[in-house]
């Protein structure tokens, strides 16, 4: 199912689109009263964006400084080429410590990845321990959105979930008892893991250490109590220094929510004494990203999510309608570049209104690239017949002046005389909810021909 | 001469602050000094290449005949090239760039021999200005996508204009169509932290008797997009239909802008819905002498 049919039934509840509308609104709003506040905001993304590019050109080199200082650490390094290689060498590190019960905090990569259905076929318990994570793991759905992953679910839902599979009292969703009934659930599971697996957010070159933001200190929690500490990491989260965290720690709490700065920002940089320490730099397709001169700057991306909540259509259609792990622009944007087939609707899920691109705290020219996109996949992806004849015909009549003039007529000829029903039927998706233009006696080429002969 | 020196220093000294805010907001006869420059440089008066959009050549020849009116009225020399068609911009947002292409030299022929080109409607003046690379870059295709202008931008920027003497006395909601805002940055984004700019406000506020209402999401798109519209047709009218209702709530009359193919699809839902709007190009606005 392409983006506009699931678009469509996500529409069907229109009280729910509103609602979720304007939560993402709200977050948009917190994210730009925020950024007010810092003095020289464009220019913190100027420099957030400059240092991601030259992160990018040097990649290789910053790589393996980072793999270095990270063994000097004592960190054990692995490298996954895809999704299926990042999958089994977790899957031989938990089988080598015999481990049965995993907690993960939120990872973007691990859902790219699709870890936990390929864990759980193992026999192994796998707990995802961000409190909107656990939500959609409960209701088996995927994240609708990179921060906020329940963010199309009501509290009544949460509530009625709950009630399901954590065996709490009816509370007509009451956010304080429900949180503190998560927590108690929740710290059973931290207690009894045998590893805790975290995402990355970023992995300074010149210290081989990883940093990870959340608000709910998860992450720590998880590492803290498991004898075992697994850091999933994309090849691109790399940045030069320790010291750039003071661009990026800043631009991605303003950008995610409005926050100043993450509750936690918690630095791993050696395992603790009698505890290992495991980092995965995962590939999965971004050299080959990296490689299209057009869309490499896609891979600066910090996962802030503001893009998403920026986006007049994300808060129109949900996160699900983008069926894939990362929905809204950018996703629209990286998922062309894993599979043009599966994914060739979501580049054309944008008016191109650019409110994505001037959001983005590193600046990636996502309406840019969703344009590019379309432009690759009309040349590359068999495209609908109505759809292209009515295109390239358009192309020859509007380079044929003449030909030109005489479709213009007989168009408002046809609008102008023919009966209601032939205009407003099913092929005329515009007329559905809209009525066409009024069509007038004369357009503007005759009336300018009259009015020069009179003048 | 020697005023055009006049002028040229005290661009200088404007031109640090202009550096500062990335908007073109000096003193109107410094404007019109470059103007004069140009003239002067071609050593004739400054020819303007009217570019009427398709749809608006079909659809709404009163937006067009408002276009023209007003740049006489301001005292310009307006030609109207016969055998103009479309920029091309609706078949490039579709992905068919390549067959754009004869639309795109078909507008560079008709408009190479002109000072300015001015169009009203920001998106396909956008779409001439960022997306004619595709075209090889002839020394008539540079100048061409230099020197195309949309309408409200021309008149503040290049004639150096606000107040044109109309008056209109109505509640007006300003939607700022996303290509002329975001892309020919008319005006300051709510996303972009800086100084607050609007060219489209900056004309309107100078309309007398017409009061223009703050809106609640002051640049949101309205989800026309061009096939857009008709593809995502789902969100497409929901899109529309949560901007009207915004200039609804704010006591909004008539709904203006410098796009109209925004404006089309906003009157489609008002009329289908029976709503009470009205739709106006904004040079429908500043061409009317409407009494107060
Ligand atoms: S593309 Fe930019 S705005 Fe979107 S999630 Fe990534 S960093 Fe944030």
Redesign the interface.
């Known amino acids: 199912m392409n983006?506009?049919k699931k678009?469509?039934i996500f529409?069907k509840d229109?009280a729910k689109?509103n609602w979720h509308?304007k939560a993402l609104?709200y977050v948009r709003e917190k994210r730009?009263n925020s950024?007010?506040k810092?003095q020289g905001?464009?220019y913190l993304r100027e420099l957030g964006s400059a240092i991601k590019a030259n992160v990018l050109s040097n990649l290789d080199e910053y790589l393996i400084q980072f793999e270095t200082n990270a063994q000097k650490n004592g960190i054990k390094v692995h490298w996954a080429s895809n999704a299926e290689e990042h999958n089994n060498i977790i899957n031989s590190i938990l089988e080598k410590h015999n481990a049965k019960k995993v907690v993960k905090s939120k990872s973007m990569l691990t859902e790219e990845c699709h870890l936990n259905p390929f864990l759980e076929k193992k026999g192994i318990e796998v707990i995802d321990t961000d409190l909107g994570e656990r939500i959609v793991q409960l209701a088996k759905e995927p994240p609708s959105h990179i921060v906020l992953p329940a963010i199309h679910k009501k509290k009544e839902e949460v509530d009625v979930l709950f009630q399901e599979h954590l065996g709490t009292k009816p509370s007509q969703g009451n956010p304080e008892y429900l949180v503190s009934e998560a927590r108690k659930h929740l710290r059973n599971k931290f207690l009894n893991a045998d590893v805790a697996i975290t995402g990355v957010n970023f992995a300074p070159a010149d210290t081989g250490g990883v940093v990870v933001c959340t608000n709910e200190g998860n992450a720590d929690m998880g590492v803290h109590l498991a004898k075992v500490h697994i850091a999933c990491m994309g090849i691109e989260k790399i940045i030069p220094k320790e010291k750039h965290l003071g661009v990026f720690l800043r631009l991605l709490a303003r950008s995610a929510t409005g926050q100043p700065i993450t509750t936690y920002s918690s630095h791993f940089n050696k395992p603790d004494e009698g505890k290992e320490m495991h980092i995965v730099i995962v590939d999965n397709g971004r050299t080959e990203q990296l490689g299209r001169e057009d869309f490499r700057a896609s891979l600066h991306c910090i996962r802030c999510g503001a893009c998403m909540n920026?986006c007049?259509?994300y808060r129109?259609?949900g996160g699900h309608s983008y069926d894939y792990a990362i929905p809204g622009p950018i996703g629209s944007i990286l998922s062309p570049g894993k599979d043009l087939k599966k994914h060739s609707s979501l580049p054309?899920?944008?008016?191109?209104?650019?409110?994505c691109?001037?959001?983005c705290p590193v600046k990636i020219n996502i309406h840019e690239q969703l344009?590019k996109w379309?432009?690759?996949?009309?040349?590359e992806q068999k495209q609908p017949i109505v759809?292209k004849s009515v295109?390239?015909i358009?192309?020859?009549?509007?380079?044929?002046?003449k030909l030109?003039g005489f479709a213009?007529k007989s168009?408002?000829f046809v609008l102008k005389h023919a009966p209601r029903f032939m205009i407003y039927n099913k092929l005329n998706?515009?007329g559905?909810?809209?009525?066409?233009?009024e069509?007038?006696n004369?357009?503007?080429?005759?009336?300018?021909k009259k009015r020069n002969k009179n003048g | 001469m020697i005023i055009c020196s006049v002028y040229y220093i005290i661009l200088q000294l404007f031109k640090n602050k202009q550096e500062r805010t990335g908007h073109l907001r000096i003193n109107n006869r410094v404007i019109s000094y470059l103007a004069c420059k140009k003239a002067i440089n071609n050593n004739k008066r400054m020819k303007v290449g009217l570019f009427?959009p398709?749809y608006?050549?079909?659809?709404?020849?009163?937006v067009?005949?408002a276009t023209?009116e007003l740049l006489e009225k301001l005292g310009v020399d307006v030609y109207?090239p016969?055998?103009?068609?479309?920029c091309?911009q609706?078949?490039?947002?579709?992905?068919?760039?390549?067959?754009?292409?004869?639309?795109c030299?078909?507008f560079v022929e008709n408009f190479k021999s002109y000072d300015y080109i001015v169009g009203p409607s920001g998106s396909c003046i956008y779409h001439v200005k960022k997306?004619f690379d595709i075209l090889e870059q002839t020394q008539d295709v540079i100048n061409v996508r230099n020197n195309a202008y949309e309408l409200c931008e021309f008149i503040v920027k290049i004639l150096g204009r606000t107040d044109l003497g109309a008056s209109f006395p109505h509640k007006v909601g300003l939607h700022k169509s996303?290509?002329g805002l975001?892309?020919l940055k008319l005006g300051s984004?709510?996303?972009?932290?800086?100084d607050h700019y609007s060219t489209e406000e900056d004309l309107l506020n100078n309309v007398k008797g017409l009061e223009l209402m703050s809106l609640n999401?002051k640049d949101?798109?309205c989800?026309?997009?061009?096939?857009?519209?008709?593809?995502?047709?789902?969100?497409?009218?929901?899109?529309?239909k949560?901007r009207i209702n915004d200039h609804i709530d704010s006591n909004v009359e008539v709904i203006t802008g410098a796009d109209h193919s925004c404006l089309?699809?906003l009157?489609?839902?008002i009329?289908?819905n029976k709503q009470p709007l009205k739709v106006m190009h904004i040079a429908e606005i500043l061409n009317s002498q409407t009494q107060v």
């Open positions: 983006h506009a678009a469509e529409n229109e689109v509308d609104w730009d950024a007010h810092v905001w464009e920026t007049p259509i129109r259609s054309f899920a944008s008016t191109l209104c650019g409110s691109s001037n959001v344009y379309r432009q690759v996949i009309v040349k759809k295109l390239k358009a192309g020859v009549v509007l380079s044929k002046p030109y213009g168009a408002r998706a515009w559905k909810a809209r009525d066409l233009p069509v007038k004369e357009n503007f080429d005759e009336w300018y | 009427i398709c608006i050549n079909q659809l709404y020849p009163q067009g005949i023209l109207y016969k055998n103009q068609t479309c091309g609706p078949l490039g947002n579709s992905g068919y760039e390549e067959d754009s292409k004869g639309a030299r078909l997306h996303c290509h975001r892309g984004c709510s996303e972009v932290m800086g999401r949101e798109c989800g026309f997009g061009g096939t857009f519209s008709v593809f995502e047709e789902a969100i497409s009218t929901k899109m529309g949560d089309m699809h009157e489609g839902l009329n289908r």
